[in-house]
C-alpha cells in the first residue's frame, strides 16, 4: 500500500511540475496550438500529438507552444469540438472520418464499408492525391478548418462486444451496438 501510495504522489508530482513547464513554456512562446481529441493518453493519437509537439516546439526556438487536450479536457464531444475547431478556439482537433464527414459530406465516402481490402490500401489512398481533392473541397466549401491528414488508428469496420466474437452478420443479432454520430455508421448498424 506505502509502495502504491509512493507511486502515486510520484506521478502526481511529476504531472503537475510537467503541467506548470508547458505552462510557463506557453506564456513565453508568441503562438500556442492547442491539440484536443476525445481519446485517452494511452491512445496513438496522444502519441502522435506529443511527436508534433516535440517538432513545433524545437523547430520555432520557442516561438510556438503545443498544449495537449486528450480525453475531452478541452471539448466534451464531437460535435463542441468541431464547433471550437471552427470558432478558432482550438487550433488542431483529432477527429474520426465519421466527425469529418459530419462536417464536409464527401468525406463520408470513407467511412463506407468494405471499401479498401486491408490497411496498406487504404493507407496508399491516404498519401495519394484523392486527399488533396478532400483539402480542396473544404477550402472550396469555405468550411472553416484545413484537413491536415487521414490515417488509419481504428481498423475498418470492426465490431468490439464484450460478451461473444463478430465473425458473421448473423453475430450481430440482437446486440445493442453504440457508434459515433455518423451517419453511414449508425446505418451500417
Do not use: H
Not at 98 to 103: E, I, T, Y
Not at 112 to 140: H, K, S
Not at 144 to 171: A, H
Amino acid at each position: 500500500m506505502k509502495k502504491k501510495l509512493t507511486s502515486l504522489l510520484a506521478a502526481t508530482a511529476l504531472t503537475a511540475s510537467a503541467a506548470l513547464s508547458s505552462a510557463s513554456a506557453a506564456l513565453a512562446a508568441d503562438y500556442t496550438i492547442k491539440i484536443a481529441f476525445l481519446g485517452s493518453p494511452e491512445d496513438e493519437d496522444y502519441d502522435g500529438s506529443m511527436v508534433f509537439k516535440d517538432y513545433v516546439e524545437s523547430r520555432s526556438n520557442g516561438r510556438a507552444a503545443v498544449e495537449i487536450y486528450p480525453s475531452g479536457q478541452f471539448c466534451g464531444n464531437e460535435k463542441e469540438c468541431l464547433e471550437n475547431l471552427q470558432a478558432g478556439i482550438l487550433e488542431v482537433y483529432i477527429t474520426t472520418i465519421g466527425g469529418f464527414g459530419n462536417v464536409f459530406g464527401p468525406g463520408q465516402v470513407l467511412d463506407l464499408p468494405y471499401m479498401f481490402a486491408n490497411d496498406r490500401i487504404a493507407e496508399c489512398v491516404f498519401d495519394g492525391p484523392f486527399v488533396n481533392e478532400l483539402r480542396a473541397g473544404v477550402l472550396a466549401e469555405g468550411i472553416p478548418m484545413r484537413l491536415m491528414v487521414i490515417s488509419n488508428t481504428g481498423g475498418w469496420r470492426n465490431f468490439g462486444t464484450t460478451t461473444k466474437l463478430i465473425k458473421t452478420p448473423e453475430d450481430v443479432k440482437g446486440l445493442k451496438i453504440r457508434t459515433i454520430p455518423a451517419e453511414i455508421q449508425q446505418e451500417l448498424v
